[in-house]
């Protein structure tokens, strides 16, 4: 137990830096202190919140002497909802943040020579807002207005933060969920509590391809049975014209896991379509696909001017999802192959090679750290390789893999500077690292993409 601090101590702080969730670092007799929504060169009052014998953490009581830097968050949840960290931030230093994020995460797990890496300037975006294509809004029932809400949990905790307008949210996907809600209770059914684990509706997932307006609604159920299906359903109809798909997914377990395996299709499409630097992909219920439409645009460009492929060169696209980056560079490669464990994403991403024309693509379902080895026995030898892993990063049977079997060139997209820079410790044994390239994909928020070009060194 810390002796330095105690939970309730009121202190005064001199903020040096953000960390990595993008709060405020200080320090009391050398002793480090994670403060939410303090930024760097401001002097604070804070109070303790929770200590541990290494660091403390603790709330913004008062900002004593304010940074040019802080502006007024727009959002009227900001205080409350754990989905953003940093709209008290001016956008350009939000940028700024992003690339030094990078930077520390290399200082810490010091993949070799990593001060001589090139770390380029971060890409943002000219309108930083209203830019997510997907919500996910858990649903509880509020005992106090005997009515149903949506919205996100406050931070680290099971307390839902009701929301009816979110400023990072696509504006379709917000009208679509308050609808929604008005719906449910309209019809009074029952909302899943799971303290009880019983009731019915656990979520709304609603996404749109804003290319193409084309808007899924998902109903993520406790049970299969979904009561006033039909009249629901009809509704629906009348009152969001863009609704072009209507899914159910059962959620049966008490799990953190938003979806189950079990999707059933209600009403409409069974996919909805979006466009891509002049592609068009079919996005089914659990396919991976980026938040940010725009940003993915210039993520995709930057993983393609890495990747540099020549007509004679094969690749891999590794955690494929619907086959986006892969597909993307179809037109230029020998042989593009991918992977992902969902199978539904496999079957999407067949189905968009088909659509688009390609016969010289392969997907197939699996791991890439049980396929890769699987096909290098069978004699496939991929010239180049695209990675775009969870926030876990690579998993250490592929990264055994990649090192023994070095390609002559690997992409690594991470949207998880830590998980990168400790992969690039291994990596960085058979590979020369070129660049890295952050993007803003998450406009507001304290997380962040990196496309890394390595060149095999050897």
């Known amino acids: 137990m810390n002796t330095q601090v105690a939970v309730g101590q009121t202190l005064q702080l001199q903020i040096k830096r953000l960390g990595i969730n993008g709060e405020g670092i200080g320090y009391f007799k050398r002793l480090i202190i994670f403060v939410p929504k303090a930024l760097p060169g401001e002097k604070i009052t804070a109070k303790i919140t929770q200590t541990n014998p290494k660091f403390a953490q603790a709330s913004l009581i008062k900002v004593l002497c304010k940074s040019s830097d802080r502006v007024t968050p727009p959002c009227p949840f ?44 971060t890409l943002g975006m000219s309108e930083p807002w209203y830019y997510r294509n997907k919500a996910q809004f858990q649903l509880r ?40 809600v008005q719906l449910i209770n309209k019809y009074e059914l029952p909302i899943y509590d799971e303290r009880k684990n019983s009731g019915i509706l656990k979520t709304l997932m609603v996404r749109i391809g804003v290319k193409t307006n084309e808007v899924q609604l998902v109903f993520i159920t406790h049970t299969k049975k979904l009561l006033k299906k039909n009249t629901l359903i009809n509704e629906i109809n009348q009152r969001l014209p863009e609704v072009v798909s209507i899914m159910q997914n059962v959620q049966d377990k008490k799990s953190s896991q938003i979806f189950g395996e079990e999707t ?28 940010n439409p725009q ?15 020549t007509p ?139 496309v890394t070009k390595l060149t095999r060194k050897f």
């Open 264 to 291: 059933i299709h209600l009403w409409g499409k069974e996919t909805i379509e979006e466009q891509l630097n002049d592609l068009t992909f079919d996005l089914s219920t659990r396919a991976f696909f980026q938040l």
């Open 141 to 180: 029932y509020n005992p106090k207005t005997k009515k149903a809400e949506a919205g996100l949990y406050e931070a680290n905790s099971h307390r839902l933060v009701a929301i009816d307008d979110c400023p990072v949210q696509e504006k379709t996907t917000q009208k679509v969920i308050n609808t929604v």
């Open 78 to 121: 900001y205080d409350r909802c754990g989905g953003c960290q940093l709209q008290h931030l001016t956008y350009n230093k939000q940028l700024d943040f992003k690339q030094d994020l990078l930077l520390q995460a290399l200082k810490k797990y010091r993949p070799k020579g990593y001060q001589r890496y090139q770390v380029k300037p």
């Open 312 to 450: 004679d060169e094969t690749v891999v696209d590794a955690y494929c999802g619907v086959g986006t980056i892969g597909l993307s560079v179809a037109d230029k490669a020998k042989e593009v192959r991918g992977m992902d464990i969902i199978d539904q994403a496999i079957e999407d991403a067949k189905r968009n090679a088909q659509k688009m024309g390609y016969t010289n693509t392969y997907y197939e379902t699996g791991t890439a750290e049980k396929l890769l080895p699987k096909w290098l026995k069978e004699g496939f030898t991929p010239d180049s390789i695209i990675v775009d892993p969870p926030r876990t990063g690579l998993d250490d049977k592929l990264l055994q893999t990649l090192v023994a079997t070095p390609p002559k060139k690997l992409v690594y997209i991470s949207c998880n500077v830590s998980t990168l820079a400790k992969d690039l410790r291994k990596l960085a044994k058979v590979f020369k690292v070129e660049y890295l390239q952050s993007v803003d994909m998450f406009p507001q928020t304290a997380r962040c993409e990196v």
């Open 295 to 309: 940003q993915t645009s210039i993520l995709y460009d930057e993983a393609i001017k890495a990747l540099n492929i």
